[in-house]
């Protein structure tokens, strides 16, 4: 008796490498908008924020969290440098840590030799620190409001940081000259997620939860 062979059915043949474009295509635009709207990376350039943040970490910026508020005391944004405060003419995004808001009063310093937000000492742990050495809060003696919609900001290490301090004394005091504008914030850094040995999250530290508004100033 022979064996009745069914016709075999044709392959399909595989629509992965038809879609393989598509779906390149999805993901690279996914992370072009992600990038533009959403977060993006950031390497540290400078000894600035040491040891906070290294030179050569890697950190995630969130880009919108200053769409629906502003930024706070504390918190480290990446911003676009004024011009008075780049190394040259092309545009520079710097990393910095946000010390007062507009309207407060920032001095140095009180007997403890702490900077003074609106009348509250910091203490500020996160200031660099090598071989029990400590950065001051500041090298010399200043007094200082924020005009509304600016910020004061200063790196961690402040013996290497082209800050609100160093162009304070600069330009002689200069409000506009010493602080950045609210809108030339990127977003705020977040995380450190690279090198793996570093990762961290760079959350507020609590030093800044005692700081009164303004208007309650004396």
């Known amino acids: 008796m022979i064996e009745e062979q069914l016709p075999q059915k044709p392959k399909k043949s595989s629509s992965f490498w038809k879609e393989l474009p598509i779906l390149l295509g999805v993901a690279i635009l996914v992370a072009v908008l992600v990038r533009a709207f959403l977060l993006q990376t950031f390497y540290i350039p400078s000894p600035s924020m040491e040891h906070t ?59 403890q030799k702490r900077l003074e937000v609106n009348g509250h000492p910091l203490d500020e742990p996160y200031l660099f620190n090598e071989n029990g050495i400590s950065d001051p809060a500041a090298d010399q003696p200043f007094d200082f409001t924020v005009p509304k919609g600016r910020l004061w900001v200063m790196g961690d290490h402040r013996a290497a940081s082209g800050d609100s301090l160093e ?38 530290p609590e030093t800044f939860n005692g700081v009164p508004a303004p208007a309650a100033v004396g």
């Open 53 to 111: 943040l290294d030179v050569n970490d890697r950190v995630l910026v969130n880009k919108i969290v200053y769409d629906f508020r502003s930024p706070e005391r504390g918190e480290i944004i990446v911003f676009q440098a004024p011009s008075e405060w780049r190394s040259g003419l092309v545009d520079e995004d710097f990393i910095k840590r946000v010390i007062a808001v507009g309207g407060d009063r920032v001095e140095c310093c009180d007997a």
């Open 167 to 204: 162009h304070w004394k600069q330009s002689n005091g200069d409000p506009l000259i010493s602080t950045i504008t609210e809108d030339s914030v990127v977003g705020r850094a977040f995380v450190v997620f690279w090198p793996v040995g570093r990762a961290k999250w760079l959350s507020v």
